[in-house]
């Protein structure tokens, strides 16, 4: 995803989302890890 045609707020605002579920989704693998033993 790039940033072409928004603005620099926008822009930030789309960084700042993507590390919020990147971050989730590896809170999700944690917990599985932790609780199923699953390795992904």
């Known amino acids: 995803m790039d940033g072409i045609g928004l603005s620099d707020k926008e822009h930030r605002r789309l ?3 993507d590390d919020k579920c990147l971050f989730a989704l590896m809170n999700i693998r944690l917990y599985a ?3 199923f033993d699953i390795m992904f």
């Open 15 to 17: 960084i700042i989302l």
């Open 33 to 35: 890890v932790e609780k």
